[in-house]
């Protein structure tokens, strides 16, 4: 069983982790839509659980239920590595969300379940290898996802297969995974203490609501005094009773969706402005969906600390102390996070490169010839005009202009030490770059040839885009290759003062072997995240028999650093902390005993509602900007908690002692107001509610 969690758990952070960067950069769906279809996911999965639960009490119990969804799982994960082969060169847009359904059928059936399965396998008097088993189920989990989230990215962009980033192996190794999950499941079938089916709570549940929605709306059964009584008779008066109290605290679970709206777009938001920024960590390459890492490995972090000295103090402090109030903290910092997100964003919109205003052209000089130049333009209002020796291998960096027709005065010193010149004549058109490249001729004379470049903007999906020129007298070919693609980029016959087609690079450094008269030049390029390039072939100065390419950046690549999200990261955790492990505490403490299950169902559910208001924010409402998102989002959760905590002023806790299924005494000892104590997540994992956690 613990095996089996961990296996399942690697599969699912694993495909979560790289989900939305699959959508964006190998299927080519929009930002918006990509986020649409992960919340999509994300509310199916969250949404299962329910079916799950019912499918395993009332009917075929936890082992076959994990059994035959686990089956479903793995069919699915099967579907994504196949439908991640780029079958004739293309990927197939559709196919994928075959396999999406059937794992969150999967992954959303067995979830209630294989907690409560293991708990199953111990006797009464068995309390300490119980709790030593959730404990060690607890770590699996974390370690699952700790591991898949660091690996599953690297798998991704470190094999390259099929001419892309491999993501059939990336899905692949999930899939291998699920199903060594289920393998490990069945291998201990013959050791398992199968605890026979009980009543279905959640159905029984549903069966008063409609008892009584429809003996409230008949006009001939008599009056009651609360429209469940109707339901008295079918279900037993305790049920009835307990059903009415579930109400009480069911009220209170309906502005929570909107935490979680947020919590769950670390997966696509964040992971989308983080495809914005850069991940160099010195010669390591943090990828977008890498940086996820951060929230399970905080949450190792904080969870201890919280326990052993910051509830403490609060608890002395009153301040939170209760559990109500916990949560509404926990909202806070979640509203708190997605601030700091703004922020973030603000920081990488100011990092973009500049646009031409209307009318506006953009022009700039490289020197590909052996002697240095000097040049004057009268028309241009620009501190770096006059050029004083614009030496060899060296650009002038771009000069924004208004369109129309400018002259450059260009003088050097020729190879004989003669000083020659000549005018430059530049016709620019508005809302385009142009590069005045000068080169040598074949008679050792200067000469120059303008190119007309397209190229404005970031490239985005991780890539960058580069051109290459050729400035030698003779046509060249090219081949570029890195350790990681599986196929190397060819450019044959560019002839001379001629230029290649548009090529996009991953983020690698790349061999480019330039083939010149039969001669093979090697040299090196390196590719950064959002960059434009223009390379330029030219012979070697002081060996002219040697071809170099020298590198111009024409759009720079991302600049704020990815490391800029740890803040925010941080917050949203601690606001997890809160407000999940807080919930679950409180949901169990006020629960009777017969609704427990049904209540940790309604707090998953909450989680799917959450996604699914992404989902309709995504596809329905768009802001024109992913900073003004991130800010309405601040202020809806601002505005929820306002909600939650008028809501929670009339709340009255219910006593323990008073739950209990069996007797009600009075205790003298105890305060009728006392808030419940907080349980623990491993004192909720004895009655299998730790199954509910929503990492797992």
Known sequence: ILGNEFCERFSFYGMNAILVIYFTRALDYSDDNATAFFHLFKFACYFMPLVGAIVSDGYIGKYRTILYLSVVYCIGNCIMTATAIPWGGNYNKYTPFIGLLLIAIGTGGIK???????????????????????????????????????????????????????????????????????????????WYKIVPTKENTIGMMFGVFAKGIKGKLSSSAPAKEHWMDHAVGPYTEKFVKDCKSLTKIGVLLLPMPIFWALFDQQGSRWTLQASQMSGHLGDFIIQPSMIQIFNPVLIVVLLPILESIVYPTLNKLNIPNTPLQRLSFGMFLAGFAFIITAGVQIMVNNSLPQGLAKGNARFRFINAAPYDINIVMHTVDDTKFPVDKLAWKQDTAYTDIKHGVHDADVTYVDNKGQNKQFKVTIDLAGEFAYQVVFMENANKQLIHKIYKHEKLERTHKGLSTMWIINTITEDISVVMSNPVDAEPIEFKNIASMNHSDYTKLHQQTYTMEVTHNKKVHKNYVKSANGAVYTLIVQTNKTSPANVIVTQHTDVSENSVSVLWQIPQYFVMTLGECFFSVTGLSFAYSQAAPSMKAVLSAGFLLTVAFGNLIVFFVSESLHLGSQLMEFLMFAGLMFVTLIIFILMSLSYEYVKQDSLDDSTAKDDSDSDDDKVPELKSKQSMAFDGTESNDTRL
């Open 112 to 190: 209630p379940c294989v907690a409560p399965f293991g708990g199953d396998q111990f006797e009464s008097h068995q309390v300490r290898q119980k709790d030593m088993f959730f404990s060690i189920f607890y770590i699996s989990i974390n370690l699952g996802s700790l591991i898949s989230i660091f690996v599953t990215p690297l798998l991704k962009t470190e094999v390259h297969c099929f001419g892309d980033s491999c993501y059939s192996l990336a899905f692949g190794v999930p899939a291998v995974l699920m199903c060594l999950a289920l393998v490990l499941f069945i291998a201990g079938s013959h």
